[in-house]
């Protein structure tokens, strides 16, 4: 268990739809990164959070947005989906903000059909 | 943009031998870089990094090797064990960017006993 928690682990959902992933970092980080491993690609930096503000941004959709709690959960919402959006989606936290080690969860996999 | 490459999407060693991941990238400005393992239903874990002023980096088994004139790295297990099967994944990271992170697409190792 590496501390952070993700739910839910599996979601199966239609086009059109709009969903919402949940990260609990680990205990004591305040930055929460989202990332998307879409298959037999790596992981693509999504967006980027450190004690509430956004602090990076990398390739998210229009149609994704995320926030960070002040309880500093994070969450990613996905909205009008498309097929191509069906991945596995990773949250992962660190004590700073641009941390080189980071602490990834186990994952959200997101099917869209 | 695959900042981060990694050629082979699968690699298979015997028990014993080395393995060897290769790992190459195309921005000069990464300074920073991380090899992650990843076994099926869990988020990747970091197992070992080496900074832009080194040229090799050694944690028991593990050992990574950069070399920035090729902007190459690479991860050497030896000796593998059938615990070592995962997928690996290459990072770098840009401290001139929050230390904005891009990962490989992974290398599946599999070591057969």
Redo the contacts between chains.
Sequence with gaps: D?G?TQTPKHLITATGQRVTLRCSPRSGDLSVYW?QQSL??????LI?YYNGEE??K?NILERFSAQQFPDLHSELNLSSLELGDSALY?C?SSAI???????????SRLTVL | D?Q?K?NS?SLSVQEGRISILNCDYTNSMFD?F?W?KKYP??????LI?ISSIKDKNEDGRFTVFLNKSAKHLSLHIVPSQPGDSAVY?C?A?D?Y??????????TRLTVKP
């Design positions: 590496s952070v990332y037999d690609q790596g992981l693509q930096f980027q602090r990076a990398g990773f992962a903000s641009g941390a080189n080690v980071l602490t990834f969860g186990a994952g | 695959q981060v990694q999407p920073y991380l992650y239903a869990e988020g990747p874990t970091f990094s994944f990072a990271s401290i960017n929050n230390n904005d992170m891009r990962f490989g697409a992974g």
